[in-house]
C-alpha cells in the first residue's frame, strides 16, 4: 500500500500568468487530496486499474475491455494519468486507487490538479517508478516534478518524455508549483517556462487566510473549459504578435515582456486596435511585472495597508481587463474589504470559483461567519457556498 497527499493551493496574485512565462505569488493550503494504492490480483492478467473517490459515486475502471470515462468525469484524471505514465515509464500492475479530500470542489482551489497530482505520485511511487532511470534522468528537483506533473494535465512534453493527450486544459504550472514546493507558513514567488523559484515571504504573525467558495462552479473539465482556453490562446495570439514584429523567438509572453525596456510599448502598439488583446495584455503585464513584486515586498516589510492596496488594484484589472470574474465574486472580494480584511481577490481560473481573504487569526472564524452570511443573503442559497479558514502548509509529500 502507498499514500499520498497533495495539498490544494491559494493564489494570493497571479491572475493567468503562469501559463505565459509570468510570475505568481502562492501557497499550498492544509487542505488537500489523498490517493491511496493497493495491489488488485488478476488471475486473467492484463491492463487493469479501478479508483473510487469519496468526492463521487460513480467508480473508475481503466483497463482491457472496459470504455474510458465520460467527457466531464472525475475519472479522465485518473485516465490521463495512468496513460501517460504508462507511455513514459511502461506498464502498471493491476491496482486500485482510493481518493479521499477535504478541498471544496471546482472551488478554485485546485481540487482537480490535487487529484491528478495524488494519482500521479501514489501510483508512480507504488509501482517504483521514481527509482528508474527514465524517472531519475527527467525529474531531478521539485520543481521538474511540478512541470512533470503540468504536463500530464495539459498534454505537453517534458524534457525526453514525448507529450500525449492531456485532460483537455491549455494551463502552466502554477497549480502543480504551490502542491509540489510550498512552504509552512510561506508565501513563495515562482515564475514560469521553466519554473523558477524566486523568494519567500512569510505570511504576517497572526494573520490567516478565508476562503469563501462561492457555489458558482469553476470546473475546467465543464462548462468553463473553453472560457478559460480562451485567455490561454489570447496569449498564445500575443506572443506570436510580438515574434512576428520583431524576429525575435523569445519563448513565452513573459520573455518577451522582459527583453527591453520598451517592449511593453512596442507590443502594445500592434494590439491596441484589437481591444482584447491590448486589455490581456494591459494585464498580464501589471499582474507578473508589478503586483506581485509590489505586494511581496510590502508584505515583506510587514505593510498590510499597501499589499491590501496592491491586491485592489490586481482584482480590479481582473474584472476590467481579463474579464474572468462574476457578480459573484466580484461581491466577495469588495465585501470582505468592506468587514475589513487586510486584502482579499478572487482567485482561480475565474469564472466562478472563490475568493481569500486576509485576517487577524483570532477573528476568522468570525468574519468567515459573517463573510458567508452576508454573501447568501445577497444572492440567495447557493450549492457548496462556504467559508474556510486557510493557512499556508507544506508541499506533497507521501503518508505510507
Known sequence: MTTWFVPGRVEVLGKHTDYAGGRSLICATDLGVTATVTDVLRPAGGRFVSAVSDASPESVT?????????????????????????????????????????????????????LLCAVALALADH?????????????????????????????????????RAGVGTHGGSEDHTAMMCGRAGRLSVFSFSPIRHETDVALPSGTVFVVAVS??????????????????????????????ATGRTDPTLGAALASAPDAMARLFS????????????????????????????????????????VVDRSMALAVSDLRNQVPETIHLA??????????????????????WALVDEESAEGFAADWLAGYLERFGRRDGAIALVVRPSAAARRLA
Open 127 to 163: 509501482h517504483g517508478l521514481t527509482g528508474s532511470a527514465a524517472w531519475l534522468s527527467a525529474i531531478t528537483t521539485r520543481e521538474d516534478l511540478a512541470g512533470y506533473l503540468a504536463c500530464i494535465e495539459n498534454g505537453s512534453s517534458f524534457k525526453q518524455l514525448t507529450g
Open 62 to 114: 481503466l483497463g482491457d475491455g472496459y470504455g474510458e470515462p465520460p467527457v466531464g468525469h472525475w475519472g479522465n484524471y485518473v485516465a490521463t494519468v495512468v496513460s501517460r505514465l504508462e507511455a513514459d515509464f511502461g506498464p502498471l500492475a493491476p491496482c486500485h486507487i482510493e481518493v479521499t479530500s477535504d478541498l471544496p470542489l471546482a472551488s478554485g482551489m485546485s481540487s482537480s490538479s490535487a
Open 215 to 244: 457555489g458558482v462552479l469553476s470546473e475546467k473539465t465543464g462548462a468553463a473549459l473553453a472560457t478559460y482556453n480562451q485567455d490561454s490562446q489570447v496569449a498564445s495570439r500575443l506572443l506570436a504578435k510580438w515574434q512576428s
Open 270 to 309: 500592434h494590439v491596441k486596435s484589437y481591444n482584447g488583446d491590448a486589455a490581456r495584455l494591459r494585464q498580464f503585464r501589471a499582474e507578473s511585472f508589478e503586483y506581485v513584486p509590489a505586494a511581496t515586498d510590502a508584505l515583506a516589510a510587514g505593510d498590510l495597508v499597501e499589499f491590501g492596496a
Open 334 to 355: 469588495a465585501a470582505a474589504r468592506r468587514l475589513g480584511a487586510h486584502a482579499a481577490s478572487a482567485f482561480g481560473a475565474g469564472y466562478g470559483g472563490s475568493v
